[in-house]
């Protein structure tokens, strides 16, 4: 099918593009499109405005200082998939981003867009919550950020106001004794997830410390699995303690008790990689 | 501006295009019904069957998710200007000889995907090639082929002759 009619203007800066968003009812920020122009094409979505932030430099940025990688909303997929910052200071990151659909896909697809769009079963939220980091957000009230355990708020839902543009995500860098974990299990490789876990955790000796189990497709949100996370960190059976964790429904891919078996899968294998020292 | 209608200036396989495009007109319609340039097919209109894959501004991407609009001061390169270049004569051959096509509609989109592995060089394995052509569906050939002639292609360019 093809779009509905709709406008569009391209935003001059992060403020420009505030204030189109706020003067136009019913207009869409337009980044890399490639979950909006899909919505667009199947007019699941029909807005009258367009409004596109993609001549913005500023949103393009990859910086760190010592304890924070700052992804500007406009980084590609592949841009992020090739950059050595983010191999090095954002390995949970690295390893997630091939999973992502397809390569063309990626070099156009972008870091804010996954974030905001907010599918239950994408890879970047669920990477976000495992790493316990921040959204950054301009709006008409200024600029604010926000924890990505306050962010996800529900299905396709997130704390991002109708005037609000995300502008970055900010992650704590890996440490020496930082240890991540990334797996999924999709019908064909990169599809969306049947059922994926993101992890982070700190090793201490043979031990492991703050561990963050992410789940996606499990629910309307990445799910933290929490008594899983203690059982991990007292050396218990993890997978046993999943069972108070998640709470999947059926959907058009796999059953809930499906779902629920393949996190288990899924568990030992993270398990696994956080055990392993980094490399 | 917030116009539904804009003026674009492009470059398309090395020639400049002016023109007026409806802001809700894609990537690949805008070549297919504006340009004449029909090598690019028109598929599931979704982003899933990567049957409309061209480059902009030299990486390649799906010509269904990208609005014409949008496109203003590129570099678009679409199967017949690559083709045309003979920077793939080796893979079309590859293809041909290995029956990697049947109907020809994935084609155009799976030659520009294998390329954009190919460039980068050295000989990828058999997964590595599957996992990049994951979005790209051939309905034809069930793959194997298709894997064969790139892996072969491969073969050939790290001057590994089989």
Do not use: W
């Amino acid at each position: 099918m093809k779009p509905a009619p709709f406008g569009y203007a391209k935003a001059k800066s992060v403020d420009d593009a505030v204030a189109l968003l706020a003067r136009y009812a019913d207009a869409r920020l337009i980044a890399g499109g490639q979950s909006l122009v899909a919505t667009l094409n199947m007019r699941l979505s029909a807005p009258r405005l367009l409004v596109d932030i993609n001549a913005l430099d500023e949103l393009r940025r990859i910086e760190h200082d010592g304890d924070t990688l700052v992804l500007g909303a406009l980084v590609r997929h592949a841009e992020a998939e090739h950059s050595a910052d983010v191999a090095r200071h954002a390995p949970l990151i690295a390893r997630a981003l091939p999973h992502i659909a397809h390569p063309a896909i990626r070099n156009r697809g972008t870091i804010g867009g996954s974030i905001a769009y907010a599918d239950p079963a994408a890879e970047l939220p669920a990477c976000l919550l495992a790493m316990g980091g921040r959204v950054e957000i301009a709006g008409p009230a200024g600029r604010r950020t926000v924890k990505a355990g306050d962010f996800f708020k529900g299905l396709f839902e997130t704390a991002l106001g109708p005037s609000e543009v995300l502008t970055a995500i900010r992650v704590p860098v890996a440490r020496p004794e930082s240890r991540c974990g990334f797996a999924e299990l999709a019908r064909r490789h990169g599809d969306y997830a049947l059922v994926g876990l993101a992890a982070a955790a700190r090793a201490e000796g043979a031990a492991l410390r703050d561990v963050r189990l992410a789940f996606f497709g499990v629910g309307a949100t990445p799910v933290r699995a929490q008594a899983a996370e203690a059982a991990l960190e007292r050396g218990e059976d993890a997978v046993a303690a999943l069972a108070h964790d998640l709470d999947p429904a059926d959907d058009v891919q796999a059953s809930a008790a499906a779902k629920k078996q393949l996190a288990g899968v899924l568990l030992r294998r993270v398990a696994a990689q956080l055990a392993e020292a980094r490399a | 501006m917030t116009d539904r209608f804009h003026d674009i200036a492009l470059t398309v396989n090395g020639e400049p295009v002016r023109e007026r495009v409806d802001a809700r007109r894609t990537l690949v319609d805008f070549l297919r019904e504006d340009l004449d340039l029909t090598g690019s097919h028109v598929g599931c209109e979704h982003g899933v069957c990567g049957a409309c894959t061209v480059r902009l501004d030299g990486a390649i991407v799906r010509g269904c998710l990208t609005l014409a609009v949008q496109c203003d001061g590129a570099t678009v390169e679409t199967i017949e200007g690559v083709a045309d270049s003979g920077a793939i004569a080796d893979l079309r051959e590859a293809f041909e000889r290995r029956n990697a096509l049947q109907c020809g509609f994935c084609t155009p989109g799976m030659l520009l995907t294998a390329q954009a592995l190919l460039a980068r060089g050295g000989v990828p394995s058999r997964d590595e090639i599957r996992a990049h052509l994951s979005g790209n569906y051939c309905r034809c050939t069930g793959y194997h082929a298709i894997v064969d002639a790139v892996e072969a292609v491969a073969q050939a360019r790290a001057g590994q002759v089989k």
